[in-house]
């Protein structure tokens, strides 16, 4: 390895801006994904462009589980096929380099890239999907307008029945509105020529009020009253404190997860998404080493034609086949078909044990 000391450095010197473009090139893929639903955020919701940014960083960060393993596939297998198109591997085979030591260079960028990786799954990751989780619920309470959908009716609007002719979802005005409240003992049908949705600007998302003006309620019951009004005001939820909120599983963190597992409270089916998402983190963080391996089996080509573009191919296609397998896989862990260890952990063992068949063939 001392001997090799500036072959491993010349390669690590080639993998790295190719580690950064991958990573680049896989958080525009995925935000490629969400483009519809943040020009939502936008046009609908009108929220601003630093805020716009704001959900974009989170999604990154929250992303960098999986994009890291994907961008250190995507850097060995652009690297390597380089290296055969150039016929650099043979150069450096025929000045007695070994076939097993051009792995040690990816090897060594897979253990930094798992060490950081490992980071991100436990610690990184759930603080960027918890903060994008509250930056939603916020927008969704103080946008609240936005699901209301013009001249139709809105069944789904905190537990009301809500039409209205003319939506402002910006200002959160409203025109002729008919909504029917059934959460009280005797249901209620409240009509209005005009309402607008009124946020607490102190404590966004906390508190939010329907302000409904010159309007009637019906109140249903033995008899059937009437009252006018010139403002009412309808509490569409209940102050809540957003720390309170329970965290959904991809937003705990390390110790987090271990406190929810090992808690007598909690009930089996809990405890068992709680228990794959551990293991799910563990074993995508460990997918870095088994890529490492894939990248180099397949990045050397004999073919020097047929390598200079199968590199992206390659580890789009190595990536799709990866998440086919382990979504299947852990679609038999959640049903209780495989132990959990096992279900998570096969996509790796199936890919780990078809890199050596490979390895054995390219290095010797």
Known sequence: MWRSRRIIIYLLSEMLPALLLGIVIFVAILLMFQALRLTEFVLVHGIKISTLFDIIGY???????????MSLLFAILMTYNRLSTESEIIAMKSAGISGWSLLTPAVILAALVFVFSAQTAFFMAPWGNRQFEVL???????????????????????????????????????QDLFIYDEKES???????????????????????????????????????????????????????RFEE???????????????????DKV???????????????????????VFALIGVAFGIQNDRRGAKSSGFVLSVGFIILYWVLYLGFEGLARNGRLPIVLATWSSNIIFMIFAFMNLRKKLN
């Open 267 to 289: 009930s089996d089916k809990d405890k068992q998404t709680y228990s794959i998402e551990y293991h799910k983190r563990s074993a995508l963080s460990f997918a870095c080493f």
């Open 59 to 69: 999604m990154s960060i929250s992303f960098l589980p999986i994009l890291l393993p």
């Open 136 to 174: 939603i619920t916020q927008l969704g309470n103080t946008k609240a307008a936005a699901s209301i959908k013009e001249g139709a009716f809105s069944e789904g609007f905190f537990d009301m029945v809500v039409y209205a002719n003319k939506v402002d979802s910006k200002s959160g005005k409203m």
């Open 245 to 263: 909120r329970q965290k959904s599983p991809p937003s705990l963190s390390l110790s987090e997860l271990n406190d929810r597992m090992a808690d």
């Open 186 to 240: 005797s249901p209620i049908t409240i009509i209005a020529p005009r309402g607008e949705i009124i946020p607490d600007a102190d404590n966004p998302g906390h508190s939010i009020l329907l302000r409904l003006f010159n309007g009637e309620i019906h109140r249903s019951g033995k008899n059937h009253t009437i009252i006018n009004f010139e403002a009412y005001d309808v509490s569409l939820n209940d102050p809540i």
